[in-house]
């Protein structure tokens, strides 16, 4: 089994001395497609009242007043006169402990994330049509001022010098004049080729800007065909709800973008979206169970005599028989002591890998029996957390 320990940040505030924090998985450096609330921020010479919204910007966070005639109470202080609703709609899919289930909502979204020496990137409860992975090079890129070539008055195609051209990022120009994509040329990304509508005239200087990608990766938001317990076990008509790109090339400074294309309907939802470097904590045995414990309550209400189910949702529980060597037992054990209390996300191994048993999780338990002097073997519960 893998793992990896998803990169963080912290959010802060500090109103009368006294700082406020929030942590959550690392944001994107850009972000496109969705919008956030239009709640006002927080003016603590404002007056107000029941029902009222305000955000708090620095915790990326939306309060509810509770209480009439409030004025000058910080929203994170004062838990009987604001409640927390939540992060704003972009800061959903960041969530580590608030807030589970949530998603960021949006149309065609475009993500810009800061994956220097990541190798992976995991997205869970997402809805989308298909995904575009781009690695960007930021020793390399961007590109700019390229001489393309010159016009001849009878040639449409140029070559740029690179290949996996990213996304809606080139800016092409005949004699300094900005040409329009899809209007004056067309472009094909993988083969970094740009055709033009009409020749450019005899003479005429081609230059361009853009970026280019060392990897590029698609994924399909459908499950068609699958023939094998490699891949998702839905049926074909059955959309994935979680994507993890495993062994993306390591850069010292880099970026991953993420495209989302919602297809006909425009609508991509996000639950979660973690990065980091994958790790090795042991292998994934036969008898690994996945189970799924709902957490609703029966609730008797004693006037009516009647009952009602309050709906807490599920989560998803791990139970992993995992082996390592003798030899391993400290370096294991420092791996374990190093992400126990805090969400991880945990990829079964190539040689079983059920992708449903793929969970942003935490350690219940894992104990390490000294009882063979070749192996150890050990049952660890795995608690999902998204």
């Known amino acids: 089994m893998r793992y990896v320990q998803p990169r ?73 006169k604001w409640i927390d609703w939540g992060f704003v709609n972009s800061y959903k899919m960041l969530s580590t402990d608030e807030q589970i289930g949530a998603q960021s909502v949006g149309e065609n979204i475009t993500l810009e994330m800061p994956f220097s020496r990541c190798d992976t990137v995991g997205l869970v409860n997402i809805h989308f049509a298909q995904l575009l992975l781009e690695l960007i090079d930021n020793d390399k890129n961007p590109i700019t001022g390229e001489i393309v070539g010159t016009g001849d008055g009878t040639t449409t195609t140029f070559q740029l010098a690179n290949t996996n051209i990213v996304k809606d990022s080139e ?43 060392d990897e590029v990766r698609v994924v399909s938001g459908r499950d068609i ?86 709906r807490y949702g599920h989560v998803r529980v791990l139970k992993a028989k995992v082996v390592f060597d003798v030899p391993d037992f400290n370096v294991v054990a420092q791996k374990v002591g190093e992400i126990v209390g805090k969400n991880v996300l945990f990829i079964p191994d190539e040689t079983d890998r059920f992708s449903e048993m793929t969970n942003i999780a935490y350690i219940e338990d894992f104990s390490m029996p000294i009882d063979n002097p070749v192996k150890f073997e050990t049952t660890t519960t795995i608690v999902g957390v998204a």
């Open 171 to 213: 800016t092409i120009y005949v004699n300094s004049v900005v040409q329009t994509r899809d209007t004056d040329y067309t472009i094909d990304n993988a083969l970094g080729q740009i055709t033009f509508t009409t020749a450019p005239a005899d003479g005429a200087a081609i230059t361009a800007d853009y970026q280019f990608a």
């Open 8 to 80: 963080t940040t912290i959010l802060s505030v500090t109103d009368n001395g006294y700082t406020y924090t929030k942590t959550v998985y690392e944001a994107p450096a850009n972000i496109s497609g969705v919008t956030d609330e239009t709640y006002p921020n927080y003016d603590p010479a404002a007056t107000y009242n029941t029902g009222d919204y305000v955000i708090v910007p620095e915790l990326k966070t939306i309060y509810r007043c509770a209480a009439d005639n409030v004025s000058g109470v910080f929203p994170p202080s004062d838990q009987s």
């Open 225 to 310: 065909g699958c023939i094998s317990f490699s891949e998702y076990f839905y049926d074909e008509i059955k959309e994935k709800t979680r994507v993890i790109a495993t062994d993306i090339k390591w850069l010292p400074n880099a970026t991953l973008r993420l495209t989302f294309d919602g297809g006909t309907e425009g609508v991509v939802k996000i639950g979660s979206i973690v990065i980091g470097s994958a790790r090795d904590l042991g292998l994934t045995l036969y008898g690994t169970e996945l189970s799924f414990e709902d957490k609703s309550k029966i609730q008797n209400d004693e006037f009516t005599n009647t009952r009602k189910v309050i």
